[in-house]
């Protein structure tokens, strides 16, 4: 069971506060031949500014500016020493009322009953093995008296970790045969038996098992239907494929590993042609994957890496979204036919492989109209294999494919107020903090009025207090903007783009947040 927490330590995703460490690879790959069969859009809205500079003091310009793209931060952040944090020095942040993000967050938005149940999960830390054993036992007895569907759902996502917990398994046995070979491993057999002995398997497979229990209780509730890949054999639910995904990802992590190891400057950067393109905090090789977002490599052992690491609760937690999402299209819905009701337009930033889109097309009417943005064309090309494959489990043919668009956040090529919903997820701690608010106002701009921006990322400092000392530690697997995510106070970002904080949610390692465009 040991052998699981290397692994787990080194596959790319967002967050896992206390298993760290890291490598990485490089790669160079053909963009054009991808870049060929991508769509593209002009750009027919101009962008607003809410900013009035008038009305700031000189420290509060400062505070704009370190909004304002890394060239002006850049000067200003001379005047910040290392030291220092940059909250400090504007007295309009939150920072200066609110303890953490978590709390922030509570004086602004509506929060569900699971926030304060994650807050309390093992809060202080002091849960036993016995205790994480008896959480999944009571999981696992109240699926068997829920009735048959949730026996289904139950054994279909047992399996389901199952499968994660063998490739983490396997990937780790790989790694570890591989640093013995080129190393005395010493060291990774001490961090091996350092996890191992406090638990955090079962920790782990106690979250799962939760993370399912949340799910189902959406499901029950009619928020969203049953993953489509219960009973269809979709990509990632094809026996056929698991040999193939294993192999890819033990091969991924054996690299992952080595350069993790080495974590020379070098391991560090994606090379990327850079054509004006790709802004400068684009060329990390995050998670010292190969060549970060930038390679076919990555793109194809990505949903398989991210589920290893959460034992296969990683879509659980992306189908937080779905909940307001769902929210939204039901109520546009029920509009009346005479007040001009068109399809459902959503737009996806940041999309990496599409997966959470197939779940959103598969909740939301047939007729909607789905647009997926990421910079990557090497993931953009798993969108439209994942879309395809979903529209191919479909019985109604005239489902029109995803729209797909190779373009930035912060520079979305859309027509002012084109979409009711925008979605993003696990993008925001990969960004320094001036991107996230020049997205966040794109996201804003590109919504209509009344419609909803809906953010899915990584836990923040107080969102489970548990983890507020080590979260942090998840910057070593190369996520240069980590640190300053989980204490960045994320909905000032969307309330300065003039969005209103809605609703909040969490789910074991993940925090859903939405907002609204005024009318
Ligand atoms: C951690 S992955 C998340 C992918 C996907 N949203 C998911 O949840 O599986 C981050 C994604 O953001 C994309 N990305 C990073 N910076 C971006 C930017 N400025 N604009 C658009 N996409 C970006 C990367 O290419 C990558 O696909």
């Given at each position: 069971m040991s052998t699981l927490i290397p692994c787990l330590a080194f596959v790319p995703s967002h967050l896992y506060s206390n298993i760290i460490k890291s490598d990485s690879f490089h790669g160079t790959s053909s963009l054009a031949s991808v870049t060929g069969e991508l769509e593209t859009c002009e750009k027919d809205g101009t962008k607003t500014d809410n900013t009035s500079q008038d009305e700031v003091t000189s420290q509060q310009e400062l505070s704009v500016n370190f909004r304002r793209g890394l060239d002006e931060f850049a000067v200003q952040k001379d005047l910040i020493s290392s030291e220092d944090d940059a909250d400090s020095l504007f007295p309009s942040s939150p920072a200066h009322t609110f303890s953490s993000p978590a709390e922030y967050d509570k004086s602004k938005f509506q929060l569900d009953d699971r926030v304060q149940f994650w807050i309390d999960y093992n809060r202080n830390g002091t849960m036993t093995e016995e205790d994480f054993q008896s959480t999944i036992a009571g999981v696992a007895g109240r699926f068997a008296a829920g009735g048959?569907?949730?026996?289904?759902?139950?054994?279909?996502?047992?399996?389901?970790?199952?499968?994660?917990?063998?490739?983490?398994?396997?990937?780790?046995?790989?790694?570890?045969?591989?640093?013995?070979?080129?190393?005395?491993?010493?060291?990774?057999?001490?961090?091996?038996?350092?996890?191992?002995?406090?638990?955090?398997?079962?920790?782990?497979?106690?979250?799962?098992a939760l993370s399912y229990e949340q799910d189902y209780d959406n499901i029950k509730k009619g928020k969203y239907k049953e993953p489509h890949d219960m009973y269809t054999l979709n990509a990632q639910n094809n026996p056929l494929s698991f040999g193939r995904q294993t192999a890819r990802f033990v091969a991924e992590a054996m690299g992952t590993m080595a350069r993790r190891n080495r974590a020379s400057e070098e391991d560090k950067r994606a090379r990327i042609r850079d054509d004006g393109r790709y802004p400068a905090y684009?060329?990390?090789?995050?998670?010292?994957?190969?060549?970060?977002?930038?390679?076919?490599?990555?793109?194809?052992?990505?949903?398989?890496?991210?589920?290893?690491?959460?034992?296969?609760?990683?879509?659980?937690?992306?189908?937080?979204?779905l909940v307001p999402l769902v929210a939204h299209a039901r109520q546009q819905r029920g509009r009346p036919h005479g007040s001009g009701r068109k399809p459902l337009r959503v737009l996806e930033v940041a999309c990496g492989t599409g997966r959470f889109m197939t779940f959103a097309r598969d909740n939301l009417p047939p007729?909607?109209?789905?647009?997926?943005?990421?910079?990557?064309?090497?993931?953009?090309?798993?969108?439209?294999?994942?879309?395809?494959n979903w529209r191919s489990l479909q019985r109604d043919r005239s489902i029109k494919p995803v729209q797909i668009v190779h373009a930035k956040g912060e520079d979305l090529p859309f027509a002012e107020e084109h979409f009711d919903a925008v979605v993003c997820m696990y993008l925001y701690h990969e960004i320094p903090r001036e991107v996230r608010a020049q997205i966040a106002a794109e996201m804003a701009r590109v919504t209509k009025k009344g419609g909803r921006v809906i953010l899915t990322d990584s836990l923040q400092k107080g969102d489970r207090p548990v983890n507020d000392n080590t979260m942090g530690n998840f910057e070593k697997m190369n996520e240069p903007f980590y640190r300053d995510y989980i204490e960045d106070f994320l909905p000032r970002h969307f309330e300065d783009a003039g969005l209103e904080c809605l609703t909040k949610t969490v789910l074991s390692s993940t925090k859903t947040l939405t907002f609204g465009k005024p009318l």
């Open positions: 048959n569907d949730a026996r289904q759902y139950w054994l279909r996502h047992l399996s389901r970790t199952g499968y994660f917990f063998a490739n983490a398994a396997l990937g780790s046995v790989a790694s570890l045969v591989q640093q013995k070979l080129h190393s005395d491993g010493e060291g990774e057999d001490n961090f091996v038996k350092a996890m191992a002995t406090s638990g955090v398997i079962l920790r782990l497979l106690s979250e799962a684009y060329h990390t090789a995050f998670h010292y994957q190969t060549n970060g977002w930038m390679s076919r490599e990555s793109a194809n052992v990505y949903e398989t890496s991210t589920e290893t690491l959460f034992l296969g609760r990683q879509d659980a937690m992306q189908r937080t979204a007729d909607s109209e789905f647009t997926a943005v990421d910079l990557s064309p090497f993931y953009l090309q798993k969108v439209k294999e994942n879309d395809r």
